[in-house]
C-alpha cells in the first residue's frame, strides 16, 4: 500500500532561517507528488505539485521542492522563510488510476519566530 | 465568495445521535472528497464522488453515508455517533476525477467533537 512519512513533525525556525522538510513515499509506480499547506484559520491550499519533467518545482511564495526518484523522496525547501510561513504542511502522493485518492503524510508544524 | 464551504465549522455532540456536514462548491468541478483528519493530523480519504456518483469508497464503517444531491454538493451523514468519531472532516473538491494530478480545493473543515 501507499504510504507518505514526513520526517519533522514541528520545526521552529527564525525568520530567514533555511527550510528543508523531509517527505518519502512508498510506491514502486508512477506518482504525483504535491505539498499542501494550511495556514492558521484557515483552508488547506496546494503549494506545488510534481508530475512529469524537471524535477524541481517552484511553487507559491518561494517554496520548491525536489523529486528524486531513486530516494523515493520529495522534500520541501525555501531559502528564507517569514514569520508568515508559519504553517501547517502536508506533503501528498496519488499514483496514476487512483481516481485523484490522495495519501497524505502526518503534517509538519513550522513556527518561524519574528 | 468561498470556493468550497462546509458547514458547520464546528459540531459538538453526544455519542449515539446522528449528524450531518454539509459541503457545496462553487467552481463547477465535476468531483468531490470527504477526508478525515486524525488526531494525530494524518489525512484520510473517506469518500469521493464524481458527478453524484460515487468512485471511492474506502474502509469506513457503514454509518457514514455520503449523499450527493448534484455535483455542487455533497454532505456526509454520520449515524450513531462514537467517540472515535471526533476528528476534523474536510471537504474537497476537483475538476476531474481520473486524473491523478488534479488540484485539490479544500474547505475550511468540520471539528466534529463526540461527547
Known amino acids: 500500500a501507499q504510504s507518505v512519512s514526513q520526517h519533522n513533525h514541528h520545526v521552529i525556525l527564525s525568520e530567514a532561517a533555511s527550510l528543508e522538510l523531509g517527505c518519502n513515499y512508498s510506491?514502486?509506480?508512477?506518482?504525483?507528488l504535491f505539498w499542501y499547506v494550511q495556514y492558521p484559520g484557515q483552508h488547506l491550499q496546494l503549494l506545488l505539485k510534481?508530475?512529469?519533467?524537471?524535477?524541481l518545482v517552484k511553487g507559491i511564495k518561494g517554496f520548491e521542492a525536489e523529486f528524486i526518484k531513486s530516494k523515493f523522496s520529495f522534500n520541501l525547501r525555501k531559502p528564507s522563510v517569514q514569520w508568515s510561513d508559519t504553517a501547517e504542511y502536508f506533503c501528498?502522493?496519488?499514483?496514476?488510476?487512483?481516481?485523484?485518492?490522495?495519501?497524505f503524510g502526518q503534517g509538519t508544524t513550522l513556527q518561524v519566530k519574528p | 465568495d468561498t470556493a468550497v464551504s462546509q458547514t458547520p465549522k464546528y459540531l459538538v455532540t453526544q455519542m449515539g445521535n446522528d449528524k450531518s456536514i454539509k459541503c457545496e462548491q462553487n467552481?463547477?468541478?465535476?468531483?468531490m472528497y470527504w477526508y478525515k483528519q486524525d488526531s494525530k493530523k494524518f489525512l484520510k480519504i473517506m469518500f469521493s464522488?464524481?458527478?453524484?456518483?460515487?468512485?471511492i469508497n474506502e474502509t469506513v464503517p457503514n454509518r457514514f453515508s455520503p449523499k450527493s444531491p448534484d455535483k455542487a454538493h455533497l454532505n456526509l451523514h454520520i449515524n450513531s455517533l462514537e467517540l472515535g468519531d471526533s476528528a476534523v472532516y474536510f471537504c474537497?473538491?476537483?475538476?476531474?476525477?481520473?486524473?491523478?494530478?488534479?488540484?485539490?480545493?479544500f474547505g475550511s473543515g468540520t471539528q466534529l467533537s463526540v461527547l
Open positions: 474537497a473538491s476537483s475538476q476531474e476525477a481520473y486524473r491523478a494530478n488534479e488540484k485539490l480545493f
Open positions: 510506491y514502486g509506480g508512477t506518482v504525483n
Open positions: 510534481y508530475f512529469s519533467g524537471d524535477p
Open positions: 501528498a502522493v496519488s499514483s496514476s488510476g487512483n481516481t485523484g485518492k490522495l495519501i
Open positions: 467552481l463547477g468541478h465535476d468531483t
Open positions: 464522488y464524481n458527478n453524484k456518483e460515487l468512485i
